[in-house]
């Protein structure tokens, strides 16, 4: 029998240190796409580990491993001599980057979008009147660049949300308010996910540019009034334009 060197079990070993993340990311998307679609409903127990093995076709480490992402983005929980079992809807991250992936055909269910633009028309108007006062002039210069970014890439959704995203951070940012910049990071996520699915299920981005355009001369003059009617009438905007992307979502469920 043909022995490994040293040199090509380091390689082996490389090879397989390299794959077990990119495995457990498979399982740990299969098992949570499997919860999205209530294949495990709320409140019921996950099959035994042995179970999830020959189900997923992985290691028993694996699945413990992807067991406890879940478990730290509030979809299962775990209990000595009880098993995992499902959490509810309520207790889950639905703000973190995976568990929108995950989420994906599902995500109309939990209404989110809504969600977001009810969070947003809270925070971007009072956000817009306050950074008209308080906005440095890197942050207006930082805004118009975003605003740019949006105007220049406005027929590539893909980089036109990238702009999108960056100019709504930095517009809760330059309100100089410690919460929205709090709120900023937190729902940066889901922003992105929300965002996204509005600018690619419209035709037309002519109407957004114009009107982030507009809120970042009215910052620039120091508008309070004029910043805050602009930030509605994006939110404006955004109910068209999520009323398009639901009917996207309905079509792709």
């Known amino acids: 029998m043909k022995l490994e060197s040293t040199e090509e079990q380091g390689r082996t070993e490389s090879s397989r240190s390299e794959r077990r993340p990119r495995v457990r990311r ?140 960056m100019f709504h951070a930095v517009l809760l940012a330059a309100s100089h308010n410690q919460v929205f910049r709090r709120l900023s990071s937190a729902i940066h996520a889901a922003l992105k996910y929300a965002l996204h699915a509005s600018n690619i299920a419209v035709e037309n981005r002519e109407d957004a540019v114009l009107v982030h355009g507009e809120l970042v001369e009215a910052l620039r003059m120091r508008d309070k009034a004029g910043a805050r009617e602009c930030a509605n009438r994006m939110l404006d905007l955004a109910v068209r334009d999520l009323a398009a992307a639901e009917k996207a979502i309905g079509r792709t469920k």
């Open 26 to 165: 498979n399982v740990t998307a299969a098992i949570a796409q499997h919860i999205c679609a209530d294949r495990y409903p709320s409140g019921s127990p996950l099959p035994r580990e042995n179970d999830l093995c020959e189900l997923y076709g992985v290691s028993r480490t694996v699945i413990r491993e992807s067991l406890k992402v879940l478990e730290s983005k509030g979809l299962v929980r775990g209990k000595p001599r009880v098993g995992t079992t499902v959490c509810d809807r309520d207790e889950w991250n639905i703000l973190d980057a995976e568990v929108l992936d995950w989420m994906g055909p599902y995500i109309k269910d939990f209404d989110l979008l809504g969600c977001i633009l009810e969070a947003r028309r809270t925070i971007e108007p009072a956000a817009a009147e306050y950074a008209a006062e308080r906005a440095s002039a890197q942050e207006i210069a930082d805004l118009d660049k975003a605003w740019r970014q949006m105007r220049d890439s406005a027929s590539e959704p893909e980089s036109f949300t990238d702009a999108d995203v």
